[in-house]
């Protein structure tokens, strides 16, 4: 095969892996996915939203053990995540008297999309919010707490940009603030370029090895169906990046009460983007919360009960009557 030949079969290959993607995307993009009978428990109501692009957005429901409801959390997963394993922790603030709702984020879980494919933090901003207005419309009047971890959390405190009128309080889990030393510039110059040619394109690497000290909870990770171990696609990759730049430009802007929570030996999310969100955001009213030796993924960790316990009496301390005066709380 003469140079010129070969030069172009080369070309072809890269463009097919490329474009690939792309024709699945396009092909497939929009329906959710039936949720897997028996897959947990009953004590769930489940219901499918549209994005304002379309896809199918999968999102589930607790009731409070007591009416009227104490307060509302939204939670919101990260990579590598989805809505339904966080059951364990909705019922436990449902004993509580919260009522809990928790999104499938597009491409993820039983949400419809590309997996793992976002275009922006805007696009996520607004599909939080329809769970959260689904949520003020079912109790309106209570108390709401968004709960973000991982990408959550950084989607999370975008929201809280934006719709921070709409919120009694934050909490973030491992937040994804600050961009890891492995990602260097050139990995995000040349993800940049990628995904302004094939947003689609899976290239960027997220080594989940490390998410939890508990290895059952590490082998349900490894070979659940619903989670997607592929590279994320440069578009979200860029997304992701963004959003960082954006919250570290504008924490000063949070005033609402804050909950930020990290392991020590979080090795997926550089510790230090919680602990820069603490110092720059502009709450009075705002506690810093580390555990040490604990990895990234708080609520599946072996200590999960001790976790869930502290964002319990936070919340509780946020929805009373005593709770009143601003706090400022930090144990480094």
């Not at 934006?162 to 890891?180: E, Q, T």
């Not at 200590?303 to 144990?331: C, F, I, K, M, Y």
Request: hydrophobic share 40%; charged share 15%; aromatic share 8%.
């Amino acid at each position: 095969m003469n140079n010129p030949l070969r030069h172009l079969v080369k070309f072809s290959v890269v463009l097919i892996w490329l474009i690939a993607p792309e024709l699945v995307y396009a092909a497939n993009s929009s329906a959710c996915l039936d949720v897997k009978p028996g897959a947990t428990s009953s004590s769930y109501q489940t219901q499918t939203m549209q994005a304002s692009d379309g896809v199918c957005l999968r999102s589930f429901a607790w009731q409070p053990a007591q009416i009227p409801a104490r307060g509302v959390v939204v939670v919101v997963h990260g990579i590598r995540d989805y809505a339904l394993r966080y059951e364990g922790f909705a019922q436990q603030l449902s004993q509580q008297g919260f009522a809990v709702f928790a999104q499938d984020l597009r491409g993820h879980g039983y949400s419809g999309g590309q997996r793992q494919r976002f275009d922006s933090m805007t696009e996520m901003v607004a599909d939080v919010d329809l769970v959260v207005r689904e949520a003020q419309e079912r109790y309106p009047g209570v108390p709401l707490f968004v709960y973000g971890h991982s990408l959550g959390g950084l989607i999370t405190t975008e929201y809280a940009l934006v719709h921070g009128d709409k919120l009694s309080g934050v909490i973030l889990s491992g937040a994804a603030l600050k961009r890891p030393l492995s990602v260097t510039g050139f990995k995000v110059g040349l993800a940049r370029i990628v995904a302004a040619i094939a947003p689609g394109a899976h290239v960027v690497a997220v080594d989940d090895h490390e998410f939890s000290r508990d290895k059952a909870v590490m082998a349900t990770l490894e070979s659940d169906t619903l989670i997607s171990h592929q590279k994320l696609p440069a578009i979200s990759a860029v997304a992701g990046i963004n959003g960082m730049q954006d919250a570290q430009k504008k924490m000063g802007q949070l005033t609402m009460p804050l909950l930020i929570l990290y392991g020590t030996a979080d090795k997926v999310n550089p510790v230090e983007g919680s602990r820069s969100l603490y110092s720059g955001a502009g709450s009075h009213d705002k506690t810093l919360k580390p555990y040490e030796g604990l990895y990234h993924d708080l609520l599946h960790e072996p200590e999960h009960d001790r976790v869930a316990a502290d964002v319990v009496a936070w919340l509780n301390s946020h929805t009373s009557t005593q709770a009143v005066g601003p706090t400022r709380q930090a144990t480094q």
